[in-house]
């Protein structure tokens, strides 16, 4: 199964915001609310940002924030920050009983 | 504090095989289900086996079904990746993760392990 379809890249400016798209099909994102995100800096363990499509972990900011519709999830990020930079990967789980992780998006603030 | 630590990593010929192990400390190991997702060298994450509470379920990613198991020690809060046939393409850092009990959907991960680096090259 192929991955989730991210933007390879994105970037803003400090203080704006962006939009990270993950799309899938409708035997995984359309099929469950199981949606979740996660950043990564290089070299690192990935940090759970976003789970079940808009819930956000205690300690995770409200700058961070899910959504879904259809077989597309977004991750959105507003005032950005030089510590926002980082790899950003979707996971959604599937109706095999199976996980799927997005591609990957690279944002440069 | 939760904590993931992987072990077993290392540099290994095609067709070996080798046993990742992750041991766990800061929760109680048999309440939560544990995966293994592996990243390759520059590039994304790749999820590739989940075991549940008890280790009686496990469910596997094609790319490495019927050549890798997963199973688990509760009583040593170990959880293991045993891979056989190791192919190039398998090289990656391999990262155990925990899903949590308390929160949500439990189909997503809270905690993750440092990583071990495989490598498979002749």
């Known amino acids: 199964q192929s991955a989730l379809t991210q933007p390879a890249s994105v970037s803003g400016s400090p203080g704006q915001s962006i939009t990270i798209s993950c799309t899938g099909t409708?035997?995984?994102?359309?099929?469950?609310?199981?949606v979740s995100w996660y950043h990564q800096y290089p070299g690192k363990a990935p940090k759970l940002l976003i789970y079940?499509?808009?819930y956000r972990p205690s300690g995770v900011s409200l700058r961070f924030s899910g959504s879904k519709s259809g077989n597309t999830a977004s991750l959105t990020i507003s005032g950005l920050q030089a510590e926002d930079e980082g790899d950003y990967y979707c996971l959604s789980y599937t109706i095999s009983s199976t996980w799927i992780f997005g591609g990957g998006t690279q944002l440069t603030v | 504090q939760v904590h993931l630590v992987e072990s077993g990593g290392g540099g290994v010929q095609p067709g070996e095989s080798l046993r990742l192990s992750c041991a766990a400390s800061g929760f109680t190991f048999n309440n939560n289900v544990m995966h293994w997702v592996r990243q390759p060298p520059g590039k994304g994450l790749e999820w590739l086996a989940l075991i549940s509470s008890r280790g009686s379920t496990t469910y596997f990613a094609d790319s490495v079904k019927g050549r890798f198991t997963i199973s688990r020690d509760n009583s040593k809060s170990i959880v293991y990746l045993q891979m056989s046939s190791l192919r190039p393409e398998d090289t990656a850092v391999y990262f155990c993760?925990?899903?949590?009990?308390?929160?949500?959907?439990?189909?997503?991960?809270?905690?993750w392990g440092q990583g071990a680096l495989v490598t498979v090259s002749s």
């Open positions: 993760v925990r899903v949590p009990v308390d929160l949500g959907s439990q189909t997503f991960f809270d905690s």
């Open positions: 409708s035997s995984d994102v359309g099929s469950f609310d199981f």
């Open positions: 079940d499509v808009s």
